[in-house]
């Protein structure tokens, strides 16, 4: 896959945060396997919830805590029944599983990526 070339303002208009998960549950009613999560940005851009295809390396408990980077300025997409406010990031392992991108070391919530 080739890649379109984008501007830096192209990639300045992504605003993307760092959270951490504070819950995440099964999501039954997506398509594909999926959890629910809800993420904290911290102050001034607060709590957002999620829907995430990451069931394959990923357990709910153990979600909770860890910090995450998302994309918080798309619009929110009506995924089944839950509204998504944000698209956590990740990339794909070898089999095309999602694995979470997000800082090796501990940074404050809402640090914009750059």
Do not use: W
Request: charged share 25%; hydrophobic share 45%.
């Amino acid at each position: 896959m080739t890649a379109v070339e984008a501007s830096f303002d192209d990639f300045l208009k992504l605003d993307i945060r760092v959270g951490r998960i504070v819950a995440a549950a099964p999501f039954p009613e997506a398509r594909k396997p999926a959890y629910r999560l809800r993420v904290d940005f911290g102050e001034g851009i607060g709590e957002r919830t999620s829907s995430a295809q990451i069931t394959a390396h990923y357990d709910c408990d153990a979600l909770v805590g860890r910090l995450v980077l998302g994309v918080v300025n798309f619009p929110p997409r009506q995924i089944g029944p839950m509204r998504s406010e944000v698209l956590v990031l990740g990339v794909p392992d070898a089999a095309g599983e999602v694995v979470l991108v997000a800082p090796d070391t501990d940074v404050p919530l809402g640090a914009r990526l750059y």
